[in-house]
Each structure stands twice: as C-alpha cells, then as structure tokens.
C-alpha cells in the first residue's frame, strides 16, 4: 500500500521534479523517468533511426547519459529538451558509427574482389468506417512516413520533433543547438518538399 502510494506521487511530480530528486540521491526518481518517456522517446529514435533494434540500443544510452550528466541538468530549465538532445545526439553518433561500419564492410568486399502545428497524420480512422476507406488511410500514412523518410537528416530532425513529437520551435532549437530561425527555415524548407514529393506522389498513383 505505501509503494503504491509513493508510485502515485512520483507520477504526479513534473520531470524536473524528478531530475531533481534523482540528483539528490533518489534513484527510483530516475526509473520514473525511464518508464515516462519509455513509449514517447522510443517512438521518436525508432522514427529517426528507421531501426527498432538501433533504437533500442540508443534509448539506452540515452539514459546512461542522463545518469552520468544529471549534474549537468541546469536548474530552471525544461527537462524535456534537454532529454532529446542528448538522445539526438546519440542517435547521430550511432548512425555514423553504422555508416562507417557499412564503408568499412564495402571497402573489404572491394579489396577481396580485386585485391502545434498540425499534425502531418491527423487522418484518423473514424467510426463506422468501411474497410476500403481505412486501407486507404493507412496507405496515406505510409506515403507519408515514406516521403519524411526521404527528406534530408538536417530537415528531417525538425519534422520528426516539431510534427511527430509536437514540440515547440524554442524547444526544437534547444534540442538541436540552432537558432529559432533556422529551425523555421528548415521546416519551411522541409513542408515545401514534402508537398512538391506528395504532389508528384499522387499524380503518379493517379495516373
């Protein structure tokens, strides 16, 4: 009964409330932070990474870090931000760790040879809906998924934070180390290339 109770208190208390009580010696404060953002955080570096496993790999270092670095968390700040730019952070070092991995495989092979704003899938499978109707929301999400997919990485971070993760733009930059204007450009950037690719997408379906 008691635990129960003090369960329900951790998850009343805010994040920064909890990176507080962790720096304080409580580490069952840190596990509250863990499980919170256990779904939401995942989801975002399973989107980024496109690689469930490399993401659950990262999700754990992201965590590690937090617990290394919790002195470093500055009061008066959010907690949020601060948690995904650490996880950014590790997402980029684990992609180029993949990709040097990946050259170094090819280089081998070759030697052997020859010596709030909306939200971009605000469609929603509503009441009463027939089952070819739902098949073409679903096709509609992947299209979208699949033209982000396709973006840059430098324009694809702000699309994954700002339309996936409803962050504000502040946040954003905070997250990424830019300026609140270059996160503007970049999405503005980012939805005219969208738009033009799911433009051209739907006239080659259509035709």
């Known amino acids: 009964m008691e635990q ?8 009343e208390r805010t994040d920064e409330e ?5 720096r304080a010696g409580n580490t069952s ?57 650490i996880a950014t952070n590790q997402a980029i070092d684990a ?6 991995r990946a050259m170094t495989s090819l280089d081998q092979d070759r030697g052997g040879e020859d010596g709030k704003e909306t939200s971009l899938l605000e469609n929603q499978v509503g009441p009463g809906i027939t089952p070819q109707a739902q098949s ?8 979208v998924r699949n033209t982000v997919d396709k973006l840059p990485d430098f324009l694809r971070q702000v699309v994954l934070l700002a ?9 954003i930059a905070e997250v990424l ?11 503005h950037t980012a939805m005219a290339k969208l738009q033009e690719a799911w433009g051209l997408s739907k006239e080659l379906a259509g035709g």
């Open 136 to 143: 073409e929301v679903e096709e509609e999400r992947a299209r």
């Open 18 to 22: 909890l990176i507080r009580l962790f």
């Open 163 to 171: 339309y996936f993760q409803e962050m504000k733009y502040q946040d």
């Open 177 to 187: 180390g830019i300026p609140l204007g270059t996160v503007k450009s970049r999405l």
């Open 4 to 11: 129960a109770r003090n369960d329900s208190a951790k998850a």
């Open 29 to 85: 404060a840190f596990e509250s932070l863990v499980y919170r953002y256990e779904g939401e955080l995942y989801g975002y570096l399973a989107r980024y990474l496109r690689d469930k496993t490399l993401a659950e790999d990262v999700f754990q270092n992201t965590f590690l870090v937090v617990f290394q670095k919790a002195s470093q968390f500055e009061e008066g700040k959010p907690f949020r931000p601060w948690l995904y730019a």
């Open 95 to 100: 992609t180029r760790k993949v990709k040097r």
